[in-house]
């Protein structure tokens, strides 16, 4: 009997389990609660602050303000790159350290002063996102809020008087809201000149701090001393409105500023060809620098002369004296028709020593390749007297606060005048009714110049620099510029104006530098920024 009541009571919770999962499935299925609603999804905007707070422990920046930018892609690439970006700046850390150090310890009488060990940790810093500023001017800022919970081993020994102690910093935090400004952009790689970088608040920083094993900061009353002599400290070096200036690039070569004057005289030309039918010839000469956007120098012209006399003068604006070079070119003009070319020939302005002039006998060639037989053909020759007249190295030298000011005028410039320049930096939303292809003209007395054409863009940037040497101050001209496109492919309608402007001088002469962005007449939404600058004899 004890058999089959086992066998019994087997079957029995075996049937009796699977009836009740069955019928537990059929209950959960067909008799839901009706009172279950779809959960609430609310913007975060319209949260609760304990349910924000909930979501986010530490509520980024980017959300608080609406003006900061997420950084995520910048934080993925120093999270992969902080391996070696650790090793590469501990490094030259200790690059930098060790000189400072070997000159310091002497006035303390240290022995010696060493890193044993120097790691930043395996934990980055962290973008919690970034503000950028856009302005008129030629520079680029930014605000990025960066926090840095880290763990850093820094263990530093010093020996003295035959003793050895051993300090070592743990458990570095951070948080920094620094201001970056990249200035003045230049068309130099990496495109920017100088690094000022500043404070817009005092930093927090919090770190353990041990010497001999015992940690420093657990005494009472040293944290907070620490705490406040670092951030005094470091306001007073680094707050803004003061800044940490970083140089990149030499900043008279970066903005390819002038750096002198070359004087040059053409005195005459020899033994020139015919060209014209009745045995003569009508040269003139034409004068160009390399790497140089202003129009060519050239002399009046020596009607049916084979052996002219110029003796003219010409003051030509020099930006590199390692890499220029003065173009000569002799052409016999012609009343009608393309005036033809009689000869030309280079000068290296390395072959021009400074303040020295320098008189020049050359060959007129066809042109400068070496291997053409043709420049065997004797063309006459030209006489030229050249002086390079390099300006002073305080007016060269241009700090933060000076790139403000504008320079001098050149030497040569008239008595009582001066150098207008006009700078032509970029256009928005300038749309032409057939084509786009903008380009810009400027007119001021009556002297015509353009800059370079931008193929199909609406936002064009030029940045191209014209100057007008003028006798006296243009306080009572005006400045036409106007934006042009032109199209070879639309030939009923092969150029178009995109709007223009009339700027009065007066201004620019009265402030020295004006640096505006004008809405364009005849334009619909188009906007011109141009510089204007009036330089005399005195900087301004």
Known sequence: ?????????????????????????????????TNVEDPEIKPMVEQ?????????PEIPVWIKSPDFDRLDWLNKFLEYMWPYLDKAICKTARNIAKPIIAEQIPKYKIDSVE?????????????????????????????????????????????????????????????????????????????????YVSLMEKPHVDFGLKLIGADLMSIPGVYRIVQDIIKDQVANMYLWPKTLEVPVLDMSKALKRPVGILHVKVLQ???????????ASDPYVKLKLTDDKLPSKKTTVKHKNLNPEWNEEFNMIVKDPDSQVLEINV????????????????????????????????????????????????????????????????DLAKGFEETQTVPKAPEGTPEGGGLLVVIVHEAQDVEGKYHTNPHVRLIFRGEEKKTKRIK?????????????????????????VEVLSTSSRNLLHQKESLGYIDINLGDVVANKRINERYHLIDSKNGRLQVELQWRTSQAG
């Open 1 to 33: 009997m004890g058999f089959f009541s086992a066998i019994l009571g087997f079957f029995g919770f075996g049937v009796g389990i699977s009836i009740g999962l069955v019928a537990g499935y059929f209950l959960f299925i067909y008799f839901q609660p």
């Open 48 to 56: 609760e602050q304990e349910t924000l707070q909930r979501m986010f």
């Open 115 to 195: 890193f044993e060990t120097l790691t930043l940790g395996s934990l980055p810093p962290t973008f919690q996102g970034m503000k950028v500023y856009v302005t008129d001017e030629k520079e680029l800022i930014m605000e990025p809020s960066v926090k840095w919970a880290g763990n850093p081993n820094v263990t530093v020994s010093v020996k003295a008087f035959g003793l050895k102690a051993t300090v070592q910093v743990v458990d570095l935090q951070a948080f920094l809201l620094p201001r970056i400004t990249l200035k003045p952009l230049v068309p130099s790689f990496p495109c920017f000149a100088n690094i």
């Open 269 to 279: 030309a020899m033994k020139l060809k015919k060209k014209d039918l009745l045995g």
């Open 331 to 394: 052409y016999d003009w012609e009343q009608v028709g393309k005036h033809d070319k009689m000869g030309m020939n280079v000068i290296s302005l390395k072959e021009v020593s400074p303040e020295e002039p320098k008189r020049f006998t050359l060959d007129l060639l066809k042109n400068m390749d070496p291997n053409d037989v043709q420049n065997e053909k004797s063309r006459g020759q030209i006489v030229l007297e050249l002086t390079y007249k390099p300006f002073k190295e305080e």
């Open 456 to 480: 199909k863009n609406r936002d064009p940037r030029w940045e191209d620099e014209f100057h007008f040497m003028v006798d006296e101050p243009p306080t009572n001209d005006r400045l036409h």
